[in-house]
């Protein structure tokens, strides 16, 4: 690929006589069918469409070459012989098909049809079928940045490509001899390809340009924003709001650009992936007129997303929504959203006694962190409000303790209480490539199952293939479980202790980490493996 010639398209190889037509052919198209695009001359296209203004009357071609007043056609379908006469007569020019594999096709469709000026999030449509492309992001990425012709274009057509994929983070960093780029899919960073070190150079200052940094300065890190619009799902404008910070590294700086679609994705509580008995009995929860739901989990567990969409299904016109976060992450429609600011004495338990001269019906604190915070949000959920709050513990059950370790009076915590959540991302089976498979006893033995109690046909598990990464798993949904009191419970949570606690709920039963992991794994979602890897042993161990 480094000699001079490979870098002239086929045609002007051609017509240099440095190969014949018949070698120009098979230069173009392999014999698997697959078009090599970027030995394509776009004169050939621009001749041969000029002479079709009514472009869409023509079949799938791709126009190859132009030689002895020929035009050479690839086409993923037979064509008949009039439309092979209406395209001779229009061109003035004998016509040929060549046969080409229909992924080329749609390939060069989408080259033609890429506006790297613009980013988009538009799925890739298959033109021959109109059903969702499975994309190889890699591949993708790299054809259309080769269409790319200055730094801004390249950036839009990586951010376009990582919205594409659901990714949540671009990661640009610099080697010896090249720039690596990177996207965070579901949790997890993936290599999607690379820059040469100068192109490379020049796309961080660009970004750092874009983002309002000092491009003079490259010895410190530094950090801005980008606000930019882009084509969403369904072709509407989106705004899209991303954080840019860059580090100095030993080959020159290195650059994350964190994601934040301004469209809002809070809106529907089916798609949490809580088990449809754990809905039932959380979305009565949510309705209740007043009481404290607590929701719990490690940074990354999604839990702001449950909490943000559940905030969004209760928010009705008639109803007062307000929140105190640290900080607001998302800006949601008809809720009244503040923000901690400790220096003008905006605490979350000022912030909170605020809301509460303003008549709320629903409130969210972010985060309960102290007493008088405790206290207040405590003394509002007896007292007519809906409160919704998180706190940083392991499980569900660990959340009583500690709220009784921040301090309110346990008789007021377990009247005001009606729930706990606890919740974890589960990576989910890729739906190309799952396929039956029987677990084995030690597989089993982790969710405290034997052999005889369940129906082993359900399992699954992803081979792996080009859409997952060869991973197996595509996309994320949270695994719940879901505590609800009754009055028992909470007079155990008054004068008991948490070992009466579990026994009580062992034997009344509830929606745990385990049962919810057996409901995951033995309905295809997940795997086994995967429950192991997110959710806590202590959690599973546990027999309900
Ligand atoms: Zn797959």
């Known amino acids: 690929m480094t000699n001079s010639t490979s870098l002239l398209s086929a045609w002007q190889q051609l017509r240099n006589r440095s190969i014949t037509c018949e070698e120009a052919l098979n230069v173009l198209i392999d014999q698997e069918g697959m078009l090599k695009l970027h030995l394509l001359d776009p004169e050939v296209s621009q001749r041969f469409f000029r002479e079709f203004p009514d472009r869409d009357i023509l079949p799938p071609i791709i126009p190859l070459l132009l030689w002895r007043n020929c035009y050479y056609l690839a086409s993923p379908v037979s064509i008949s012989e009039d439309m092979i006469k209406v395209m001779s007569d229009r061109s003035f020019s004998d016509i040929k098909i060549v046969p080409v594999d229909e992924k080329s096709y749609s390939s060069w469709f989408h080259t033609q049809h890429l506006d790297p000026t613009r980013i988009s999030a538009m799925p890739l449509v298959n033109p021959l079928t109109g059903e969702l492309e499975r994309e190889n992001v890699s591949e993708t990425t790299e054809l259309y940045l080769s269409k790319a012709v200055d730094q801004i274009e390249?950036?839009?057509?990586?951010?376009?490509?990582?919205?594409?994929?659901?990714?949540?983070d671009i990661h640009l960093e610099p080697f010896k001899d090249c720039l690596k780029i990177r996207y965070r899919i579901d949790g997890i960073l993936r290599k999607i390809t690379t820059l040469s070190p100068e192109v490379g150079r020049k796309v961080i200052v660009a970004l750092k340009v874009m983002s309002n940094m000092d491009i003079a300065e490259s010895r410190r890190p530094q950090d801005g924003r980008i606000g930019e619009n882009y084509a969403g799902g369904k072709g509407s404008n989106q705004g899209l709001d991303m954080r840019v910070s860059v580090l100095p590294c030993v080959w020159g700086e290195k650059a994350v650009i964190r994601l934040l679609p301004e469209e809002n994705p809070f809106t529907d509580l089916h798609n949490l992936g809580f088990?449809?008995?754990?809905?039932?009995?959380?979305?009565?929860?949510?309705?209740?007129?007043?009481?404290?739901?607590?929701?719990?989990?490690?940074?990354?567990?999604?839990?702001?997303?449950?909490?943000?969409?559940?905030?969004?299904?209760?928010?009705?016109?008639?109803?007062?929504?307000?929140?105190?976060?640290?900080?607001?992450?998302?800006?949601?429609?008809?809720?009244?959203?503040?923000?901690?600011?400790?220096?003008?004495?905006?605490?979350?338990?000022?912030?909170l006694r605020a809301i509460l001269r303003q008549d709320p019906d629903v409130i969210m604190v972010g985060e309960i962190r102290d007493r008088e915070t405790a206290d207040t949000a405590v003394r509002a959920a007896l007292t007519g409000h809906l409160v919704l709050?998180?706190?940083?513990?392991?499980?569900?059950?660990?959340?009583?303790?500690?709220?009784?370790?921040?301090?309110?009076?346990?008789?007021?915590?377990?009247?005001?209480?009606?729930?706990?959540?606890g919740q974890r991302l589960v990576r989910k089976i890729c739906s190309y490539c799952a396929a039956q498979y029987t677990p084995t006893e030690q597989e089993l033995s982790v969710l405290g199952l034997e052999k005889a109690q369940i129906d082993l046909s359900t399992f699954?598990?992803?081979?792996?293939?080009?859409?997952?990464?060869?991973?197996?798993?595509?996309?994320?949904?949270?695994?719940?479980?879901?505590?609800?009191?009754?009055?028992?419970?909470?007079?155990?949570?008054?004068?008991?202790?948490?070992?009466?606690?579990?026994?009580?709920?062992?034997?009344?039963?509830?929606?745990?980490?385990?049962?919810?992991?057996?409901?995951?794994?033995?309905?295809?979602?997940?795997?086994?493996?995967?429950?192991?890897?997110?959710?806590?042993?202590?959690?599973?161990?546990?027999?309900?």
Not at 283 to 296: A, D, S, V, Y
Not at 461 to 485: H, P, Q
Not at 498 to 510: A, I, P
């Open 154 to 168: 390249r950036i839009k057509t990586l951010l376009s490509g990582a919205l594409r994929n659901r990714a949540s």
């Open 275 to 351: 088990a449809s008995q754990a809905l039932d009995i959380y979305k009565k929860l949510l309705h209740q007129p007043q009481g404290m739901i607590i929701f719990t989990g490690p940074t990354g567990s999604g839990k702001t997303s449950t909490l943000y969409t559940s905030l969004m299904n209760v928010a009705t016109e008639d109803i007062n929504v307000v929140t105190v976060e640290d900080p607001v992450e998302y800006v949601l429609p008809g809720i009244t959203q503040t923000q901690v600011h400790e220096r003008a004495g905006m605490t979350l338990a000022a912030g």
């Open 389 to 421: 709050t998180t706190l940083h513990t392991n499980d569900a059950l660990g959340a009583i303790p500690r709220l009784k370790d921040i301090g309110p009076d346990p008789g007021l915590i377990s009247d005001a209480l009606l729930g706990i959540v």
């Open 460 to 544: 699954r598990k992803g081979k792996g293939c080009a859409n997952c990464f060869k991973t197996g798993y595509s996309g994320r949904e949270a695994i719940v479980e879901l505590l609800d009191l009754d009055d028992i419970s909470r007079q155990i949570i008054y004068d008991g202790t948490m070992t009466q606690l579990y026994r009580y709920l062992q034997e009344r039963g509830y929606i745990s980490f385990r049962w919810a992991a057996i409901d995951k794994v033995t309905t295809g979602v997940t795997t086994v493996e995967e429950v192991q890897r997110v959710v806590p042993y202590s959690a599973l161990i546990r027999k309900q």
